[in-house]
């Protein structure tokens, strides 16, 4: 089945630093993938997703790109703000049903 | 627009009870979806359920755990005679359809077995 791997955390950043969240899947097929962050205390949300090959999703400042060649898909912000201190998970679709196949997630604290 | 709404939102159970917790979709969505969040681990799929039906149950242990998804009202996750391992946040999701898309997430069930 899908699997994936995300970097690990605690990423502690300061505020208006650059952020990369590397991950990485292995599929059959090519299957969705999203990113959903979880702030504390709630549930997760979906942040962004792509469908296909070369397709890039984007929400809030964040981005990425989904890259069939190196089937990664590492999410990106420019210049992060203390409010997006939370939990982000990477996530392939499970192929045959909807199910998403979540990475360990990421915790990423960011400092004023 | 009521979101998925799950309770209780924190329950307490002794070794050897019975724990049930409930699982109310979207408005529209006849998915759910049963996650499980350990401490310090990701999210591990358990079960999905449509009305009336299992369709993936390839992460529910074997013993212990069972879930239903009735024509009329919540989604039931039922842990039988409780451990302390059980110990985690259960998390619903919805969707409309099995067509990739996005699950809508509750905000979750912790279950602290003493």
């Known amino acids: 089945g899908n699997s994936v791997t995300q970097m690990e955390g605690p990423v502690t950043l300061s505020e208006e630093a650059f952020l990369t969240i590397n991950c990485t899947y292995t599929?059959?097929?090519?299957?969705?993938l999203f990113w959903y962050v979880q702030y504390p205390g709630e549930g997760l949300q979906l942040l962004l997703k792509?469908?296909?090959?070369?397709d890039k999703g984007s929400n809030k400042g964040f981005e990425a790109t989904y890259r069939k060649e190196t089937t990664s898909f590492h999410l990106e912000k420019g210049s992060v703000q203390v409010s997006d201190s939370a939990v982000y998970f990477c996530?392939?679709?499970?192929?045959?049903?909807?199910?998403?196949?979540f990475g360990t997630g990421t915790l990423l604290a960011v400092q004023p | 627009n009521a979101g998925v709404m799950q309770n209780p939102r924190h329950l307490v159970r002794r070794r050897g009870q019975e724990a049930r917790l409930r699982c109310s979709p979207m408005?529209?969505?006849?998915?759910v979806y049963w996650y499980r969040q350990l401490p310090e681990e990701g999210l591990k799929f358990m079960v999905y359920?449509?009305?009336?039906?299992?369709?993936?149950e390839s992460g529910m242990p074997k013993e212990r755990f069972s879930a239903e998804f009735p024509k009329e009202g919540p989604s039931i996750l039922r842990i039988q005679q409780v451990v302390r391992g059980d110990s985690a946040a259960y998390f619903c999701?919805?969707?409309?359809?099995?067509?990739?898309?996005?699950?809508?997430f509750g905000e979750g069930s912790r279950l602290t077995v003493l």
């Open positions: 359920l449509q009305k009336e039906n299992i369709i993936d």
């Open positions: 408005k529209g969505h006849s998915h």
């Open positions: 996530a392939p679709d499970g192929g045959a049903t909807n199910k998403l196949i």
């Open positions: 792509a469908t296909k090959a070369d």
């Open positions: 999701a919805s969707s409309p359809g099995q067509e990739t898309g996005e699950l809508f």
């Open positions: 599929a059959t097929g090519y299957p969705s």
